[in-house]
């Protein structure tokens, strides 16, 4: 274990994993362990470790232009905008890039209360939007948990999940936007599902309220779609992502439909860092990894090879998309995770104490299912 560092804020929960480097799609410990990383720093590392392709633009943006702010026009920038919204193709062709998830929620709720002139957000019960005022404000059980503001910036309701009639009722002329993370991480990969989403963005529409999608976690190909709008048929009117959009260098972007982009002027939005080259260079690759590397269907192939061999041992069922994936378990899921963390298999927990989280890198291969469905089946039920 490393020493304990007193000058960092004693903030996180830590696992007992001393991580030195990471190659592909495994960690390696101080003490020579090597451990199948299923779970990708909180759904980070998309495309794994030392990924050539990505190291070498990385490298190639960080000699060519280091920095400039969004005073600089750059190319780079442009192009990372268009790759990122052809990729969406969910008609949400205006993109600002902001530097992590919760930024881009923040801004998000932001425009949808200034555009529409009321007060009112509705989120979805088991939500996690990010720790700022706004972001956390729609986060469920925030306020209880670590909120700290004194008050919320604007009226928050919580929908019930799968209620279809208390949509009808919550979501009025005086709702300026409903925010919903369509495959729910925190909570434990849970798929809202598209009957749900599709009264939500008919509702939306009726009510003229504006529908944010935060795809911070279930984005960027992680359910084997680029986002889990395009897999349920949704069109937001705004979407948020993050984490996987830079496959580890830190970034973040917010999308917006013509509509919503109608209403922007110069000065209503900004940022310093948000949109630099390194980041914007890092997202054209990544999406350009996904594309040309097929990782869009290995996600999905391999998300079914979980369902269909992973339910065994502690394993009841399985729940969520692609990668962004649930395994239900018997027993409490923090010793599931620590059990597999022991036989070197890295998951994640979530909100549900019986759910493990995979998160996986992209680039993983049958074997490593193979070998989480072995572990899996040697853990007592
Ligand atoms: C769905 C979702 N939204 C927003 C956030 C916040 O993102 P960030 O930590 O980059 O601010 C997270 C982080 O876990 C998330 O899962």
Not at 68 to 86: D, F, G, I, M, Y
Not at 162 to 184: H, K, N, S
Not at 218 to 247: C, E, Q, V
Request: with cysteine.
């Amino acid at each position: 274990m490393p020493t304990p560092d007193t000058h960092l804020a004693p903030v996180y929960a830590q696992w007992p994993l001393d991580v030195v480097d990471a190659e592909g799609v495994h960690l390696r410990t101080r003490d020579g362990r090597r451990i199948l990383d299923l779970y990708g720093g909180h759904a980070v590392a998309a495309l794994g470790y030392s990924h050539p392709r990505w190291q070498a633009a990385l490298e190639q943006q960080a000699r060519t232009l280091l920095f400039q702010s969004n005073a600089v026009p750059l190319e780079v920038r442009a192009r990372a905008a268009t790759r990122l919204a052809q990729f969406a193709g969910l008609g949400l062709d205006t993109v600002f890039f902001v530097n992590s998830g919760a930024e881009a929620n923040e801004n998000a709720l932001k425009l949808a209360l200034r555009i529409t002139g009321r007060r009112k957000v509705v989120a979805i019960e088991g939500s996690f939007h990010g720790r700022t005022a706004a972001a956390g404000a729609v986060t469920w059980g925030a306020a209880q948990k670590w909120y700290g503001f004194p008050q919320a910036p604007f009226d928050v309701e919580f929908l019930p999940r799968g209620d279809l009639a208390a949509i009808e009722r919550m979501v009025g002329t005086d709702t300026a936007a409903v925010i919903a993370e369509p495959v729910q991480g925190v909570a434990g990969a849970v798929d809202l599902g598209q009957p749900y989403l599709a009264a939500l963005r008919a509702r939306c529409s009726e009510t003229c309220a504006l529908l944010i999608l935060d795809e911070v976690q279930s984005g960027m190909g992680r359910t084997g779609f680029p986002f889990a709008a395009n897999m349920h048929g949704i069109a937001p009117d705004m979407l948020t992502t993050a984490k996987a959009l830079g496959a580890g260098f830190p970034c973040a972007a917010l999308l917006l439909a013509d509509h919503v982009a109608a209403h922007l002027k110069t000065d209503d939005l900004g940022t310093t860092f948000g949109g630099g080259p390194l980041a914007c260079a890092m997202i054209e690759t990544v999406v350009d990894i996904i594309e040309s590397e097929g990782l869009l269907g290995n996600v999905r192939r391999l998300a079914q090879q979980i369902r269909e061999t992973c339910v065994v041992g502690p394993v009841v069922a399985t729940q969520g998309a692609g990668f962004l994936t649930g395994l239900r378990t018997r027993r409490p899921a923090k010793d599931v995770q620590r059990e597999l963390l022991e036989r070197d298999i890295l998951t994640g927990t979530s909100a549900d104490p019986n759910v493990v989280r995979i998160l996986a890198p992209y680039v993983l291969d049958e074997s490593h299912i193979v070998q989480l469905r072995d572990t899996l089946a040697s853990l007592p039920a």
